[in-house]
């Protein structure tokens, strides 16, 4: 990972035409994929994501525009988002402490 790449909060996951499922969890992943392994045909919405991409890379676009303008490019380029539900990690609460009550 170089050193300037930015991580998602949240990775992405799209289906290739082949079938097989990639992983993209940061923006030079992302940018490296749209710039060396993108299948035919380069739309507007490619270009926006490359042009956004190097912008959160450069820090001056957030990485969130740059992650939704990643997923809009594949959906273009019929690479579909494989979505995966939030998982919650269920949280223990500390029990109450007991109050003591002084009697009199």
Request: net charge positive; proline share 8%.
């Amino acid at each position: 990972m170089p050193l300037n790449d930015v991580l998602w909060t949240r990775p992405v996951t799209v289906r290739l035409q082949c079938g097989l499922e990639r992983t993209f969890t940061s923006v030079y992943h992302a940018l490296d994929f749209l710039e060396n392994e993108w299948p035919l045909g380069h739309g507007e919405l490619h270009q926006r994501a490359v042009k956004t991409c190097r912008g959160a890379l450069n820090r001056v676009i957030a990485p969130l525009i740059a992650r939704e303008a990643f997923m809009a490019a594949c959906v273009e380029a019929g690479l579909p988002a494989v979505v995966a539900p939030w998982q919650v990690q269920a949280t223990r609460r500390p029990a109450r402490p007991t109050r003591v009550v002084a009697l009199r």
